[in-house]
């Protein structure tokens, strides 16, 4: 018996076939040479369309973090994501793989531009974060775990070069991108995080009613650290940490950021934490138990710690936000491959007209989280009501998004090897770090608060009740 081969349907249900005279691609061949100029079918993809919109630096920021994905952390992805919890600085040999493959492509020392980091001297004429953005969003579009992995040590930087400071650059962010040029991957973590203040350390209002858990003591030649941090990502695998403390019997207004290498002595790494999502970046908790830090290792001056932090989270949260974006766009094309090729009742999935409304909408609040990101990255300055908007936009997005694929995958969705399950995951811890939604939203108004004082001192424009 000869099988029947299923015959490829020439278009979905509910549409016109493209070579049509009724379909836009035929239809708009006719237009006058001018107005194809102005209307457009879409012969690229929509990645390609959005790519070719940036500045070519930009263009080769995104195609070079894609292709990197793709090469290193999609063959890994899942097999990370189940890796037994190991002892703290031992991530597991395809994750140090990955580390050391980043380091050799450059993927490590990006913030600065060549001969000092390895960014084209060209990005010097783009905003900081937009870079470090589009980087993101492709690393979380294959792998949240190993994104974390690599993006976390660019949060590490960050502090250090907005301390102002030349020499802390050059006696701690320079061998370090040396290194990473050589292959060999040596990362900086940035810690606030304490077990009794999430966000009081991320808030004035909380702040000033706050008690430090973590403290310096005045010594000869410089200060002693004692006290503890948690959630600090990739902290057991750096080789210098940037803390934050209060100095001894002042509040949180006397916050300094301090440079700890590893190996200071009552520096150690207590535990990494079994998480939800984000699996192959490791969430450690540091312990400093009197441990010396001289003057030269004080960042940007003494009692300037709370502005320091302020100024790294108004930049740091627009990759964070362009992480939601990564994980909205990743359960959306694993929606769509899996309804292209799933059936029901001797149809694709993506026959049905119910599907496709879904995937329509998912595509298109993937397009606007974009979209929000790459204005808030275009801005010269970051503004904290721009970013911190950003942040609780696109990371609530991507569980939106996810939760939809997941609807639409069914009992599928519930597999690992389907992806979606663990997109979920991962994305969900987007809405926790970098200020908790709640907490951004807050930032939002805080940002617009002295405009709203004047508004309700304003005389009343309306009728008067």
């Not at 102002?164 to 990362?187: H, S």
């Not at 389907?418 to 709640?438: H, M, P, S, W």
Request: with cysteine; glycine share 8%.
């Amino acid at each position: 018996m000869t099988e029947r081969r299923r015959v490829p349907p020439t278009h979905l249900s509910g549409h016109a076939p493209p070579g049509s005279a009724l379909s836009p691609r035929t239809a708009f061949a006719r237009l006058p040479r001018l107005v194809r100029a102005l209307v457009e079918y879409a012969p690229l993809d929509a990645w390609e369309q959005d790519t070719v919109t940036l500045s070519p630096a930009l263009q080769r920021v995104r195609r070079t973090a894609r292709a990197f994905a793709e090469r290193h952390l999609a063959p890994v992805a899942l097999s990370v994501d189940v890796r037994p919890h190991g002892p703290p600085g031992e991530p597991g040999a395809e994750a140090m793989e990955v580390l050391r493959a980043a380091a050799r492509e450059g993927l490590l020392d990006d913030l600065l531009p060549r001969p000092f980091g390895s960014a084209a001297p060209r990005l010097l004429a783009e905003p900081l974060y937009f870079p470090a953005a589009l980087k993101t969003e492709e690393l979380a579009a294959v792998d949240g775990g190993l994104m974390l992995l690599l993006s976390a040590h660019a949060l590490g930087v960050a502090p250090l070069l907005l301390a102002g400071d030349l020499g802390a650059l050059r006696r701690f962010v320079l061998p370090a991108f040396r290194a990473c040029a050589r292959g060999e991957p040596q990362l900086l973590a940035f810690a606030i995080t304490e077990p009794a203040a999430g966000s009081d350390v991320e808030d004035g209002h909380g702040a000033a009613t706050a008690r430090p858990g973590t403290t310096a003591t005045r010594a000869p030649g410089g200060w002693r650290l004692s006290g503890r941090k948690c959630f600090i990502s990739g902290g057991d695998l750096a080789v210098g940490v940037v803390v934050f403390a209060a100095l001894a019997g002042e509040d949180m207004r006397s916050w300094t950021a301090f440079y700890v290498p590893k190996g200071a002595v009552g520096f150690r790494v207590t535990r990494t934490e079994k998480k939800l999502g984000m699996r192959a970046s490791s969430a450690a908790e540091l312990e400093f138990d009197d441990v010396f830090v001289s003057d030269e290792h004080v960042l940007g001056g003494l009692r300037n710690g709370w502005a320091l932090n302020r100024a790294v989270l108004n930049m740091s949260r627009i990759p964070v936000a362009a992480m939601g974006v990564g994980f909205a766009r990743a359960a959306t094309d694993a929606a769509i491959e899996f309804c292209c090729r799933t059936t029901l009742g001797g149809r694709a999935l993506v026959d049905y007209q119910d599907v496709q409304l879904e995937l329509a909408g998912m595509l298109a609040d993937t397009a606007a989280a974009r979209a929000m990101v790459w204005a808030a990255a275009s801005r010269r300055q970051a503004l904290q009501r721009e970013a911190s908007a950003a942040k609780f936009h696109c990371t609530d997005t991507a569980l939106s998004v996810c939760t939809r694929a997941m609807d639409l995958l069914g009992n599928h969705a519930l597999l690992h090897h389907e992806r979606v399950e663990k997109i979920y995951r991962d994305a969900r811890l987007t809405q926790i770090f970098e200020g908790t939604n709640e907490l951004n939203r807050l930032s939002v108004i805080e940002d617009l608060q002295e405009q709203l004082l004047a508004t309700m001192r304003a005389p009343s424009k309306g009728p008067t009740p």
